[in-house]
């Protein structure tokens, strides 16, 4: 089951610069801030930084909307079965964050994520 909007993730080929223009601009510093992942909670919803690199080919470009579920692996099975393609297999990224994405039949990649870190305030 979906339980809404959690993260919008955009590609920076350099993390460190990425964090510091988006911790500005923002006017936050992130939640989360890891080589593989930086995270700001904007408002109860997250914008993360992906860093660039191997295998960023595969994935979109652009930005990506993650879609928060409880469980990350049987969306992704469920969400191919319903005729989407792989574009990342359920995968831990760290600190017990799941993320997956799909292209939907119409070309458009859509991200399912199991944060168990982040919560929408209060």
């Known amino acids: 089951m979906f339980q809404g909007l959690r993260t919008v993730s955009y590609h920076t080929p350099d993390i460190a610069k990425g964090k510091e223009w988006y911790s500005k601009a923002l006017g936050i510093m992130p939640y989360f801030d890891q080589p ?12 993360g930084l ?10 979109s470009s652009g930005v990506v909307a993650y879609w928060g579920v409880d469980d990350v692996s049987a969306e992704y099975k469920r969400l191919l079965d319903l005729g989407a393609t792989s574009v990342e297999e359920a995968k831990d990224v760290g600190d017990g964050i ?23 305030p209060s």
Do not use: Q
């Open 36 to 47: 593989f992942y930086v995270g700001f909670n904007v408002g109860g919803y997250e914008l």
């Open 50 to 59: 992906v860093p660039d690199g191997e295998g960023s080919a595969k994935r």
């Open 98 to 120: 799941i993320v997956a994405s799909v292209k939907d039949p119409f070309g458009n990649t859509f991200g399912i994520i199991h944060n168990p870190h982040f919560k929408l």
